[in-house]
């Protein structure tokens, strides 16, 4: 009797990508208090943070092997705030030092990030 190979399972298509709710002028403003590039962090580790290509006034943090596409605001203390548009994670910028932040087990993955805009605000503080 023959057999029969069997059939490899289909694949499901991924899901559609739902496109960003379009950036209100505080947001734009706030993008543009961002530090982009890269920053130094503990442990000798590194985040990079850019515009994201795609939608105007949102930003890509990558950290390892992830990519987060985050919306920026200012917070009411002045810290600029990049909030994961699938609320997983969070980017606190501060005029010395900015931290990763996984909101949803609430801990921090990377701290004393510095980009080279807050290590010369921090060495023009020093004098």
Known sequence: M????AKPAAKKAAPAEKPLPQADQAQLEAAER???????CDFKQTIDV????????????KFK???????????????????D??????LLQIANKSMLMDTK???RLVDACVH???RAAMEASKS
Do not use: C
């Open 2 to 5: 023959a057999q029969t190979a």
């Open 34 to 40: 961002t530090h982009f590039g890269v920053y130094e």
């Open 50 to 61: 850019s515009m994201n290509a795609k939608y105007p006034g949102y930003v890509d943090v």
């Open 65 to 83: 092997k992830d990519t987060w596409t985050m919306k920026p605001s200012v917070s009411s203390t002045g810290a600029l705030r990049l909030e």
């Open 85 to 90: 548009v699938k609320g997983r994670t969070l």
């Open 105 to 107: 087990i609430g801990q």
């Open 116 to 118: 080279e805009k807050q």
